[in-house]
């Protein structure tokens, strides 16, 4: 009986190999994915269906005009984020982005907590589509469009 491997069988098990290899890399990348992946809620969203207590994830909406306050440690802000339909109290801690106002967009990125409490690790303010930068506000139309152009 020959024991080697006639080389249609060769070329079989190396196929096998492959696809288990692949199959092997799909599967980490999804399982890393998930682990990092963070969702985006609505505060409509949170109310209808609360997200685990450990699990990041971002809240966007406009911040409440009136609900602005910074706490006595001076670094700590609380606000509320809504979107017409739902109301969602946030807390953060840290420096505060230019953009951030009143009554502007705002994306939280965090956990929520048991007591219903939204507890942000990072702020990111959103500018409505008026917003020019500083730097290119005195500039024509065409000289705008040039620095875009030679910026990229």
């Known amino acids: ?3 080697a491997l ?3 069988h060769q070329r079989l098990v190396l196929v096998l190999l492959a696809m288990v290899a692949l ?3 799909a599967l980490l990348a999804i399982w890393g994915l998930r682990s990092n992946a963070s969702y985006f ?3 409509a969203d ?7 207590p450990d699990q990041a994830v971002r809240l966007g ?5 009136g609900s602005y306050r910074r706490e006595a440690d001076g670094v700590t ?3 509320v984020v809504n979107d017409t339909k739902a109301r969602v109290p946030v807390r953060f801690k840290g420096i505060v982005p ?6 502007s967009g705002v994306v939280a990125e965090g956990k929520l907590g048991a007591d219903g409490v939204f507890v942000a690790d990072n702020l990111l303010a959103k500018h409505d589509e008026k917003y020019v930068p500083r730097e290119m506000k005195d500039m024509t139309e065409a000289q705008a469009r040039q620095t875009v152009e030679e910026t990229k």
């Open 41 to 43: 809620y609505l505060p």
């Open 6 to 8: 006639k080389p249609k």
């Open 98 to 103: 230019d953009l951030f106002k009143e009554g």
């Open 77 to 79: 802000i609380a606000f």
């Open 61 to 65: 909406g406009m911040v409440e005009a």
């Open 1 to 3: 009986m020959n024991a």
């Open 46 to 52: 949170i109310a209808a269906n609360r997200p685990a």
């Open 23 to 25: 199959i092997g890399a």
